[in-house]
């Protein structure tokens, strides 16, 4: 999990004015720099009254940059925030993962079950926390053969990418990655974010005195001595909206690898800090302060207090060939290979969707390029610079990556929107590598394509939408 509970951490004097408050990488001039060690946010924050108007100041303390605005994205959660979001594009991911988990637990008798910080979140209020954005789960030895063979297939049929977790030499567990939304907060030299859907799967064993452990010696739980009786009988219960396996005793693996969970201290691997709180419920209400707010201002920016009348005529905008708007070009891309993105960019181009009253967008793989559209470079780039263990996903074509980093947003603020994906003759590929992938069928009301493309490709992902319950568009059959 990135957001652990720590215990023992040293903390320093804390001034009750808040002066001691450390701002990750960018300190207000009169602070001094973190320094590199874990230091506390605020020790005494919870001897404050609660009421809205503490929690607006608590917020701005903690958990957001100084004179930072916050937005709120369903592709990325909340922005210019020091910690990341769970969201409902995870979420969506999240529901489709479990069920071909689920699906092979009930057909070949696989045993997983829910773990780590999920157990946390299952404990304070049945869902995951809203801080953190990856699962955790185990797999025992005796099926990861399988899981190899059958299981991983079939999660790459929807669309997420397996990468192997291998540990002194020893394949030890994998990483299920979603396709990862990357965005920029003010330029290319500037410091960028990552939103993706993540499942750790551990293979793990009991030792020969009972205790859980990992094949590999990876992670914290294989350090805490989790008894069997505290795993066995797994017991399913609602989590997040989904019927998921949790181990017998969650509270005793939770106080094992965490301690006491009524109080609240949020550790980040991507800032310096730690935030104190005695009560896990004032955190929660904090950070729901911040999203709600930021989907105010996300709301105040794309309308900017201008609102179309209801009988006005909607528009269609098409994103096809070389249709493109000339001045929705510099919003959507930088130049003609690389598709970074921004949080002015993903504003900009929500208010040009209101602006316009666009009511349908049709969008084709390959709009104006020719060539495949390589995401990789901005990734590595990512992944060296934070040290994210993240697998490589390529979308190949800018339609795609359109989709990828704009439609969960465009169906959030605008429901009525339809999406059509559209592919025509001239962007048949018999290899497949432009095909939307079924992990955003959800945000799709119409997919046109040839025949052919159908045959090849969208009647085999229909199937097996079906058989994960995932929500199939309408599929239109245009002349090839």
């Not at 049945?126 to 099926?143: A, E, Q, T, V």
């Not at 590999?216 to 989790?226: F, P, Q, R, V």
Request: proline residues 4%; glycine residues 4%; charged residues 20%.
């Amino acid at each position: 999990m990135l957001f652990l509970q720590k215990k023992n951490i040293r903390r320093n004097s804390v001034i009750s004015n808040f002066e001691h408050v450390l701002y990750g990488s960018s300190p207000p001039a009169h602070n001094p720099a973190p320094s590199s060690d874990i230091t506390v946010c605020d020790k005494d924050i919870y001897k404050m009254s609660y009421n809205m108007e503490t929690i607006k100041k608590r917020v701005a303390q903690l958990f957001i940059a100084p004179d930072a605005t916050c937005y709120y994205f369903e592709s990325i959660g909340i922005t210019n925030l020091n910690l990341t979001t769970y969201n409902d594009f995870i979420h969506e991911q999240a529901k489709i993962c479990f069920k071909i988990l689920s699906n092979f637990e009930t057909s070949h008798k696989i045993t997983f079950a829910v773990f780590a910080g999920n157990s946390i979140g299952l404990l304070r209020a049945g869902k995951n926390l809203p801080w953190s954005d990856d699962y955790d789960i185990i797999l025992f030895k005796h099926d990861v053969a399988f899981f190899m063979s059958h299981i991983i297939p079939e999660l790459e049929k929807v669309g997420f990418i397996i990468k192997i977790k291998i540990v002194n030499g020893i394949v030890s567990g994998a990483k299920i990655f979603g396709p990862p939304v990357i965005v920029d907060y003010i330029n290319y030299n500037n410091s960028q974010s990552m939103s993706i859907f993540q499942c750790d799967v551990f293979f793990s064993y009991f030792d020969t005195n009972g205790f859980l452990k990992n094949i590999g010696g990876w992670s914290l739980y294989h350090k805490k001595n989790i008894p069997r009786n505290a795993v066995f009988p797994l017991k399913r219960r609602q989590f997040h909206g989904m019927l998921l396996p949790f181990f017998n005793d969650s509270l005793k693996e939770v106080e094992l690898c965490y301690g006491n969970i009524q109080k609240c201290s949020i550790f980040s691997h991507h800032i310096d800090s730690t935030i104190f709180y005695k009560r896990w419920e004032n955190a929660y209400k904090d950070f729901d302060h911040i999203k709600t707010s930021s989907i105010i201002n996300t709301r105040n920016y794309i309308t900017h207090n201008c609102k179309h009348g209801s009988e006005a005529e909607k528009k269609t905008l098409l994103l096809t060939s070389s249709a493109i708007p000339r001045e929705l070009c510099d919003v959507l891309f930088d130049d003609s290979n690389h598709f970074h993105i921004s949080i002015s960019k993903k504003l900009d181009f929500l208010r040009y969707l209101h602006d316009n009253n666009i009511g349908v967008i049709v969008i084709s793989p390959l709009i104006f390029l020719k060539e495949r559209c390589n995401t990789n470079f901005l990734l590595e780039k990512l992944k060296h610079k934070k040290k994210i263990d993240a697998a490589d996903y390529n979308y190949y074509a800018p339609g795609l990556k359109i989709i990828g980093d704009h439609a969960a947003d465009i169906k959030y603020y605008f429901p009525n929107i339809k999406i059509i994906y559209e592919e025509s003759v001239d962007d048949v590929h018999g290899d497949g590598d432009y095909a939307l992938s079924p992990l955003f069928y959800n945000y799709i009301s119409i997919i046109r394509v040839t025949k052919m493309r159908y045959d090849q490709v969208y009647q085999k992902q229909s199937t097996i939408s079906k058989k994960y319950r995932i929500t199939i568009p309408t599929i239109e059959i245009i002349e090839s």
